[in-house]
């Protein structure tokens, strides 16, 4: 043991010597010594001589050692002389076990007096970095003397307390332990690296030494038995890592445990929060320590509100210089603190999330580098683990994003469990669903003793071993019974990555997902199997769905019968084209359309439903075009825009419905026509003026006055025009839904980005459309029509909330609004559609159901759905581009029915549904009891999943500005499904209210989640869909209450009256005239005569009289 004054002497000669040694201001020492008194000597030397020391963990690989000693360039070298040999060095060496400084003088260096200031440097730190070398962190003086000041009052450290020195030399929080502590006086416990191993030893050392303080990473405080006795440990603070509440629940009763964030950017310690053991969730990180501040942006680096992730950015006295040697990394992590008046204060970028609630803590969401993409949705690891650690028997809970598969990312979760628990993943999997979104389930669950750790002590990620097949959430192994399973079993290990799957288990809990459905009915029907993908969700467990596909075989295979135009011809006749009966004379006149003849004719066939509608409506309008999409883009340059139109036309040359048009004239039916070559025509648009040049773009551009040529491919066009104020190109990109559809769109933007990217080798071959058209056409118009006859025949009354029933509007006078769904409601919709085994669209389809009843009068509605359009495709149809969308009716009976009983009967409706999804809309209105030219419906709801690439820096120098995409429907509602929440875009024709019509919605959905959770067999109808504050509106109505007498009666008023004005005419009848007076009298007289005849209160007297004076006078 030292004291105070030994040590401090000891550190004197040392900084006395290293000052001989030439040791300057802000000049670097590297202290590589085992934990020992030495370890704090050299420390305390090196800043007594106004140095900056360099920490290096002697158990470090050498080649590590060697490249921070490089890389920090230290002038002299403190070490032992069992560590010389390892380390190599030609620097100035001191040995810090023989102290042969022992003869220089003992008193305080005169540091002020050499010029050292807080400014100047106090250490280097280095960290793990992306690249894989570390990076040297540069902390001053200042920082450190206002942590050591914060943690003392936070952590009641006093003259009487025993701190442990735990952390490694080489971390951040080692340099916190050793200040705190001798800053105040306290005592400093070092022990061997064997005596501080988590478990029993770490326990022994805290018994045994009377520890009052320590600092311990959760990974380590969580090995500590649950019934370990520690009455000295007054203060226990977790760092480093999340900290699980079963920790605080364990250790926070009865003492100080605090919660403490911060980066060694931000000199160790950023934040702190003391735990409370009531508390069931995960701590936050608490509030900002002494002149510190915390904010907390978006990406466009705006505080962002209350309750809101956001990235979380660290200014104040704590902020590090920056990285040694790294000017660039440093400036992209150090940024100007542009809230701070003070000129030159800096905010650290941490790369965590967080955000602020409501008392002023902050919680902790997790890295941005944990924040994964997974099939399209974004994830965040750390919601999954903090819902893993809830789960029965988990210790602590790790979610990692693996792609043992090239191209199949999973997730897998590592746990510890509790004392005595065998952890089921399938049980895990299941207490899971009933919080998470089905992408959001881990497919593997790993349990291990230990989390493997990084030298300082954080858990190492790269460490986590591979799942085994026990890892994964199966139901119990039996072994396949016959050939189909087999192959099966065969099947789902190779998509899924698994070793061995049962015929009880269950696709979707094993990892699959709807894509790779899609890939298992492509691979089946190689093998000669038939299977849908209505299917693969009803029948998810392989011995079912090998029964399934039983049932599916003998129905005859439809092949496509390929195109029979070469390459090489020029000339077409009929019998060349297998989709389509055409006369030769009809063929010349297609041909008479195209640029180039016979010889750039690649292939002719019919239209697809959808674009037979589209094509009507277009016919119908003289002026625009509905179904026009119009997309304007800016870019910061002409090479920018060149590339992307470059990248356009190539995407173009690869798919053949961006080289089609369509015909119809002299036809006997229209047909689509594509093109071999079809070049995108740029057009140059000259402004007026330099003045609102994007103005005018939309105006020349506005798809309410611009028709296209149908024949002419490709049905894409192109304007630019420079804008001379912002110094930008922009585009106008006009694009048809007589080729595509929404998903076409992204398709093509993923395109693009690839061949931006110069990654043309990961471009899939394109798939024609044709093949699509050829399925579709294949299927016979009986079997749509029995299925909508039977499903709406006795409709005979149009569905018309608002009284609308114009289907032929152009787009016009239509209005639209965007609205975000609230998260806690987003959540309570996917948890009950999970719980009920459905899509959370069929919530939806029932509450706009419910919102048409309510609108349109009517307990049983029919309204449009869009479909998809591609799940009884041909194969590849996730990969096609080309209009697949179809729109067609749903009918939602509300009478007499309960809430969970329209809500199963939607969800079969919706199924059924798709087995017709490209049957004609005309069609099904034929089949319906509604009259022509009545529309069958006049509202729709478009439920479609939509994903974000806003991150994408293929983007960069471009920007979207405006889109536009009309309907010709009076009322529509489409919902964006994106992954967690949901997007309302609410359309209406002029005078109705698009913001109103998407808060029916909104209450009806929100009504119906809570009628599913507490009452599910309440009637349907009971629900209503008036927001509060228009349901409090219509009350406001009646609100006519006035003052008048409230016992008066009728004939006292009138006699109030004769008697202010007796003389004043009451009665003109013809020629004769009575006085209020008079007319009283008269009525009096008649009154006693009355009541002489015993009429008494509440008898009812007769009167039968001319219209005369006596008819006044009897009433």
């Not at 510890?416 to 993943?425: A, C, K, T, W």
Request: with cysteine; charged share 20%.
């Amino acid at each position: 043991s030292l004291s105070y004054g030994e040590l401090n002497r000891c550190a004197n000669q040392l900084a006395h010597h290293l000052i001989a040694l030439g040791v300057q201001l802000d000049d670097r020492v590297a202290i590589c010594v085992e934990r020992s008194p030495a370890m704090v000597v050299g420390l305390l030397g090196t800043l007594k001589a106004g140095g900056a020391y360099v920490p290096l963990d002697p158990a470090y690989p050498t080649e590590r050692l060697a490249y921070m000693l490089a890389d920090a360039a230290p002038v002299v070298l403190l070490t032992q002389t069992s560590l010389v040999e390892k380390l190599g060095s030609g620097l100035p060496t001191v040995l810090l076990d023989t102290q042969t400084f022992d003869t220089c003088a003992d008193n305080n260096p005169g540091t002020h007096a050499r010029g050292l200031t807080p400014h100047h440097l106090a250490y280097v730190i280095y960290t793990s970095g992306s690249t894989g070398q570390p990076k040297g962190v540069m902390v001053e003086h200042r920082g450190l003397r206002n942590l050591i000041n914060a943690q003392i009052e936070a952590f009641h450290i006093t003259a009487d307390s025993r701190l442990l020195q735990f952390a490694s030399f080489s971390f951040d929080a080692c340099i916190s332990e050793i200040a705190t502590t001798l800053c105040q006086g306290a005592c400093l416990v070092l022990a061997s690296r064997e005596a501080l191993l988590p478990g029993k030893a770490l326990l022994k050392t805290l018994q045994t030494q009377a520890i009052t303080h320590v600092t311990l990473p959760p990974v380590a405080a969580s090995a500590l038995t649950p019934d370990a006795d520690l009455p000295d440990l007054t203060t226990l603070v977790l760092a480093g890592e999340t900290c699980p509440p079963a920790l605080v629940k364990r250790w926070a009763a009865g003492r100080r445990m605090i919660n403490a964030y911060g980066p060694t950017e931000s000199t160790v310690c950023a934040t702190l929060y003391l735990c409370d053991v009531r508390n069931e969730n995960a701590p936050p990180i608490g509030q900002p320590i002494a002149n510190t501040r915390i904010y907390i942006l978006d990406a466009q680096g705006q505080p962002v509100p209350l309750g809101v992730a956001g990235e979380i950015y660290i200014g104040g006295a704590g902020v590090a210089r920056g990285y040694l040697n790294r000017p660039a990394l440093t400036a992209e992590r150090f940024i100007p603190d542009l809230f701070s008046t003070t000129p030159d204060d800096r905010l650290y970028k941490t790369g965590d999330l967080g955000c602020w609630l409501p008392d002023g803590n902050i919680e902790y969401l997790g890295r941005n580098d944990f924040q994964v993409k997974l099939r399209g949705f974004r994830i965040e690891l750390g919601e999954i683990e903090a819902r893993l650690a809830q789960c029965s028997g988990v210790r602590e809970a790790v979610v990692i994003a693996r792609e043992d598969i090239a191209g199949e990312k999973r997730l897998v979760a590592y746990l510890r469990p509790q004392s005595g628990v065998e952890l089921v993943p399938a049980e895990l999997r299941q207490q899971l669903a009933q919080h998470l979104a089905d992408y959001m389930l881990p497919s593997a669950f790993v349990t291990l003793e230990t989390f493997p750790l990084t030298p300082n002590g954080k858990l190492d990620r790269k460490a986590l071993p591979d799942p085994e097949q026990s890892a994964v959430a199966t139901r119990g192994y039996e072994a396949p019974e016959g050939e189909l399973e087999t192959l099966l079993v065969q099947i789902w290990q190779e998509l899924l990555g698994l070793e061995r799957v049962g015929r009880h288990d269950h696709f979707f809990e094993l990892g699959g997902h709807s894509l790779m459905a899609v890939s298992l009915i492509e691979r089946l029907r190689g093998a000669g199997w038939l299977l849908d993908v209505r299917s693969v969700f009803s029948t998810p467990v392989l011995a079912e769905m090998a029964q399934m596909i039983q049932t599916h075989q003998g129905k005859p295979v439809f092949v496509v019968p390929p195109s029979r135009i070469t390459e090489d011809c020029t000339i077409l006749t009929p019998d060349l084209l297998p989709l389509v009966k055409l006369s030769q004379t009809e063929l010349d006149t297609i041909i008479d359309t195209v640029p180039g003849g016979a010889a750039n004719v690649q292939d002719i066939y019919p239209l697809a439903p959808l674009q037979e509608g589209i094509l009507f409506h277009h016919r119908l309008q003289e002026h625009g075009d509905t179904y026009l999409l119009n997309s304007l883009v800016a870019f910061d340059n002409r090479t920018r825009l060149d590339a992307f139109l470059g990248a356009l036309q190539q995407v173009i040359d690869r798919h053949d419905i961006l080289r089609t048009a369509i015909c119809w004239q002299g036809l006997t039916q229209p047909v689509q026509v594509v093109w071999r070559q079809a070049s995108l025509s740029v057009n140059t648009f000259v402004p007026v003026s330099a003045n609102n040049v994007l103005a005018q773009l939309q105006a020349h551009t506005n798809p309410r006055q611009r028709r296209y040529d149908l024949s002419q491919a490709p049905l894409l066009t192109a304007d630019i025009a420079y804008d001379p104020t912002s110094h930008e190109w922009l585009l106008a990109l006009g694009f048809h839904h007589l080729i595509g559809d929404h998903m076409t769109l992204e398709l093509i933007i993923a395109e693009i980005r690839l061949l931006l990217q110069g990654r043309t080798g990961e471009l899939t071959n394109s798939l024609p459309y044709r093949n699509f058209i050829a399925q579709t056409l294949s299927v016979p118009v009986s079997v749509h029509e029995d299925y909508f006859r039977t499903q709406l025949a006795d409709i005979d009354e149009p569905t018309a909330p608002f009284g609308l029933l114009n289907v032929q509007g152009d787009g016009e006078d239509v209005s639209e609004i965007h609205i975000p769904l609230d998260t806690t409601l987003a959540r309570a919709i996917r948890n009950q559609a999970r719980r009920l085994g459905i899509s959370p669209s069929v919530m939806f389809h029932v509450a706009w159901a419910l919102v048409l009843a309510q609108t349109s009068g009517r307990d049983d509605v029919v309204f449009g759905t869009v479909l998809l359009g591609r799940l009884q495709g041909s194969a590849g149809a996730d990969r096609v581009m080309g209009l697949f969308i179809n729109t067609l009716p749903l009918r939602v009976s509300l009478a007499g029915r309960s809430v969970l009983e329209v809500v199963q009967s939607t969800y079969r409706d919706l199924t059924a549904l798709l087995e017709h999804e490209q049957a004609p809309l005309a069609l099904a209105q034929r089949c319906s009891g509604v009259t022509p030219p009545m529309p069958l419906f006049s509202a729709l709801l478009n439920y479609r999943h939509t994903q974000s690439d806003a991150d994408d820096t293929t983007w960069d120098g471009m920007r979207l500005l405006a889109t536009e995409e009309r309907t010709n429907y009076p009322l529509t509602l489409s919902v964006d499904d994106l992954g967690e929440g949901f997007n309302l875009v609410a359309q209406a024709i002029s005078g109705i209210d698009p913001t109103r019509v998407a808060n029916y919605l909104v209450t009806a959905i929100s009504g119906l989640i809570e009628a599913l959770a507490t009452e599910p067999q309440q009637s349907i109808l009971s629900l209503s869909v008036l927001p509060t504050a228009e349901h409090q509106q219509l009350m406001n109505f009646n609100a006519t209450q006035a003052d008048f007498p409230q016992e008066a009666l009728i004939h006292e008023l009138f006699e109030q009256q004769a008697a202010r004005t007796p003389d004043a005419i009451a009665v003109v009848f013809e020629e004769q005239s009575v006085s209020y007076d008079e007319l009283n009298r008269r009525a009096n007289r008649l009154a006693h005569h009355l009541l002489t005849l015993g009429v008494q209160p509440d008898d009812r007297v007769a009167i039968c009289a001319e219209r005369s004076l006596e008819m006044v006078v009897g009433l």
